[in-house]
């Protein structure tokens, strides 16, 4: 533990976030990581200058890419891939679904997984699961390895199309989701914050409209990102987006909630129409 000091959130050249903090942990690998503690949003995971996930708020986040796609499917999951995830938050919460029988996850930077079980394991699944094969690999090498529709769900949980996430934000990634993912399964990655980032959805959007039929695009506000977060989903089929047939309730998601999600603002829509 230092003694408080004032740590600046970069999110573009003329803005940032504030907050006064005790650096716990740092260290380098693939990514920058950095855990500090704040009196008001406790502990909480910087990846390469940017907030991954705070103690105070990260089940909006862990329930919303987990419970939104899983309450699309006609029936409950079985088979889940996580891309990423290293957190534990989506395992944590994928836990709680009884019906699913395995879970599959690539995680391509073993620091942050040993950090997270270190300083977070609280929030994290448990990894001693049987159901749960935790695999140490690129999402996209992993994908390849896999067999076609194979997966109920495939749940993206990675950082913004830099570094080792820059893979994950591909054609060929999208392709490969594509195959493997069952005929009645749902896709989901997060997509940044438009309103900060707008070049992601914007340049991302193509590319996965050209590896699936259909693709949504949904959204959540967590408090500590100070905006919305856009995810993708994608199907292969058309879902009955706003009326959920699993019906799901966390600390925050519950099923009247999809229609929240999927009702994006002309902002957003611009940005892909473009």
Same mark, same amino acid.
């Given at each position: ?12 050249r003329?803005?940032? #976030? ?7 942990f =740092? ?5 920058k ?5 704040? @009196? ?5 995971f ?9 103690? !105070?708020? =990260?089940f ?5 890419? $987990?419970?939104l796609? /899983?309450?699309?499917?006609?029936? @409950?999951?079985?088979e ?23 879970i ?5 930077d073993?620091?942050?997984?040993e950090?997270c079980? !270190?300083?977070?394991f ?5 990894y ?16 390849k390895? &896999?067999?076609?529709?194979?997966f109920?769900l495939?749940i993206?949980? &990675? $950082?913004? @199309? ?6 994950l934000?591909?054609f060929?990634?999208? *392709? =490969? /989701?594509?195959?493997v ?7 989901i ?6 309103? %900060?980032?707008? #070049?992601?959805? *914007? +340049?991302?959007y ?7 039929p259909?693709? !949504?695009? /949904?959204? /959540?506000?967590? @408090?500590?990102?100070? =905006?919305e977060?856009?995810?993708f989903?994608?199907?292969?089929? +058309? *879902? ?7 019906? %799901?309730?966390? !600390? ?9 999600y999927?009702?994006?603002?002309n $902002? ?7």
């Amino acid at each position: 533990m230092t003694g408080y000091f004032w740590w600046k959130e970069k999110i573009y050249r003329d803005f940032g #976030h504030a907050y006064k903090v005790e650096l716990v942990f =740092e260290e380098k690998n693939l990514q920058k990581i950095q855990v500090f503690k704040n @009196p008001i949003w406790g502990y909480f995971f910087v990846l390469d200058g940017i907030i991954q996930f705070t103690e !105070k708020d =990260e089940f909006i986040y862990h329930e919303t890419i $987990t419970y939104l796609p /899983a309450s699309l499917l006609e029936y @409950p999951p079985e088979e889940v891939l996580i891309v990423g995830g290293g957190d534990g938050g989506v395992l944590r919460e994928l836990q709680k679904i009884s019906s699913i029988k395995r879970i599959i996850q690539f995680e391509i930077d073993t620091l942050v997984f040993e950090v997270c079980q !270190k300083y977070f394991f609280k929030l994290s699944g448990d990894y001693k699961d049987p159901r749960v094969s935790f695999i140490v690999k690129d999402g996209l090498e992993g994908l390849k390895e &896999c067999s076609d529709e194979e997966f109920d769900l495939i749940i993206v949980d &990675c $950082t913004d @199309p830099v570094g080792p996430a820059k893979s994950l934000y591909t054609f060929e990634f999208y *392709k =490969e /989701a594509q195959r493997v993912l069952k005929s009645k399964g749902v896709f989901i990655q997060q997509a940044s914050l438009p309103i %900060y980032f707008p #070049h992601i959805i *914007k +340049s991302v959007y193509p590319l996965i409209t050209s590896a699936f039929p259909i693709v !949504k695009i /949904a959204r /959540a506000f967590v @408090p500590s990102y100070g =905006e919305e977060i856009a995810f993708f989903l994608a199907t292969k089929e +058309s *879902k009955d987006w706003l009326n959920p047939k699993q019906l %799901y309730k966390g !600390k925050y998601y519950n099923p009247e909630l999809n229609l929240y999600y999927f009702s994006i603002p002309n $902002t957003w829509i611009n940005i892909i129409s473009k």
